[in-house]
């Protein structure tokens, strides 16, 4: 089975710092994605970037991109010039790649953003 | 366009009682997820639909679970005999086909089920 894991529980970063969260993942698999969601208080879970396996280029949003290791089976994400809005919990995603897949996620890790 | 939609936004029910909770997929998403947070963690997956079937309902996690999806649109998730370990948010998620887009999963806000 797969399985995502997300070592920190809370992080902090200074308005207009970068921030990094880390996840590594499980999985046998050759085909596959992984994400990043954004869940603020409001619950409603927001995708910040995605990567497909087989790409080797790291995806870029804006102020977002990852490090993806895939033979680490590590998916970091980088949080630049972060602000207030950016405060939220983030979770980490695996999908085995075929459509109607489910998603497994980590634990989340909560992120505040200081003024 | 309208999101995916969920019903109620809150949910607060005794120990022992039926509840049903309703998920609004946007229109044209074939799939249908349903997900379970508990306080403070990760989400766990429940049962997705293809269309009204669910071929994969493996995350349902006893018997008094159980869901389904009526023309290929609304589903319910219905909880019997309801537990105070059933309290979680409930979250719904449809996704179209467009392997250009990875298949994106869209959630609706959730509803809260909170058993006394």
């Known amino acids: 089975a797969q399985t995502v894991t997300q070592s920190q529980p809370e992080m902090s970063v200074q308005e207009a710092e970068t921030v990094t969260l880390s996840c590594t993942y499980d999985t046998s698999e050759s085909d596959y994605y992984l994400f990043w969601y954004k869940q603020p208080p409001s619950r409603q879970m927001i995708l910040v970037i995605r990567q497909e396996a087989y790409k080797q280029q790291n995806a870029t949003e804006n102020r977002f991109s990852v490090n993806f290791q895939k033979a680490a089976k590590s998916f970091s994400l980088k949080i630049s010039d972060s602000q207030l809005g950016d405060a939220a919990m983030y979770f980490c995603?695996?999908?085995?790649?075929?459509?109607?897949?489910?998603?497994?996620f980590g634990a989340g890790t909560i992120l505040r953003v200081k003024s | 366009g309208a999101g995916v939609s969920q019903s109620p936004s809150n949910k607060v029910t005794e120990k022992g009682k039926d509840v049903e909770l309703r998920c609004d997929p946007i229109s044209g998403h074939t799939a249908l997820y349903w997900y379970r947070q508990s306080l403070g963690q990760g989400l766990e997956f429940l049962i997705y639909f293809q269309g009204n079937s669910a071929p994969d309902k493996s995350g349902l996690p006893s018997d008094r679970f159980s869901a389904e999806r009526t023309g290929g649109s609304v589903s319910t998730l219905t909880i019997q005999r309801t537990q105070q370990e059933d309290s979680a948010v409930y979250l719904c998620a449809s996704s179209p086909r467009d392997r250009e887009n990875s298949n994106e999963q869209f959630f609706g806000p959730g509803t809260r089920l909170t058993v006394l």
């Open positions: 995603a695996y999908r085995r790649g075929a459509y109607g897949n489910k998603l497994v």
